[in-house]
């Protein structure tokens, strides 16, 4: 079964600060990979995914994630983040060959500060 | 759409009480999964369904959970008898075939306590 870590349980910063989320995955095969956001008191959303192609994603509202194969990792970028970007930050990995069953990490919160 | 729909958002109940949590998926969408979310185990998948088929239910804590999709716009969560532990919020979520590669769309969740 596959397993995802990320590294950072709280990250708290400024507003205009860059943002790097880490994910790690532990899975022998090929996988689809997701970043959700749950903003406080509503649902995950989905903020990008990869599949195959261009290991460099562009998702919503700015966001970003590169899929580094050999380090099995797919880490979450945004240069600049606001206020708004306050949330509960998800990865998120299912096997290709299954993908219906969703692993999710324990996420990240993010705080910005104004 | 309206989206996938939950109900109720908020439930608080006693233990050893019966609880139905229910979901209506987007039209459409073939496969419906439910999550529960915990501080302290964080998202873990219940169990799915396609087609209206329980395909997995390996997530499903004990012989206490239950859930059932009876067609293809509807599907329930039950709990019999609750305890405190069960208190997390729940999640339904749906999605379109075509190897998820629409993602998947969460409810806006049932937060369940049980006293």
């Known amino acids: 079964a596959q397993s995802v870590s990320q590294h950072n349980h709280h990250v708290i910063l400024s507003e205009a600060a860059s943002l790097e989320l880490g994910c790690n995955y532990s899975y022998g095969g090929t996988v689809n990979l997701f970043w959700y956001v749950q903003y406080p008191g509503q649902h995950l959303q989905l903020l990008l995914k990869?599949?195959?192609?261009?290991?460099l994603v562009k998702g919503i509202k700015g966001f970003e994630a590169e899929f580094i194969k050999s380090k099995f990792s797919f880490n979450l970028r945004k240069p600049s983040v606001q206020w708004s970007d306050t949330a509960e930050y998800f990865c998120?990995?299912?096997?290709?060959?299954?993908?219906?069953?969703?692993?999710f990490g324990a996420g990240t919160t993010v705080t910005v500060r104004a | 759409d309206a989206g996938v729909i939950q109900s109720p958002r908020h439930e608080v109940t006693e233990m050893g009480q019966e609880v139905t949590l229910r979901c209506k998926p987007i039209?459409?969408?073939?496969?419906l999964f439910w999550y529960r979310q915990t501080m302290m185990r964080g998202l873990e998948l219940l169990i799915y369904f396609n087609n209206n088929v329980p395909i997995d239910d390996s997530g499903m804590p004990e012989d206490r959970f239950s859930a059932k999709m009876p067609n293809a716009s509807f599907s329930t969560l039950k709990i019999q008898p609750s305890e405190p532990r069960d208190s997390a919020v729940y999640f339904c979520?749906?999605?379109?075939?075509?190897?998820?590669?629409?993602?998947?769309?969460f409810g806006s969740g049932t937060r369940l306590t049980v006293v």
């Open positions: 979520a749906s999605s379109f075939g075509n190897r998820g590669h629409y993602g998947y769309t």
């Open positions: 998120a990995v299912s096997p290709s060959s299954n993908d219906y069953k969703l692993s």
């Open positions: 039209s459409g969408h073939d496969y």
């Open positions: 990869y599949f195959s192609g261009d290991p």
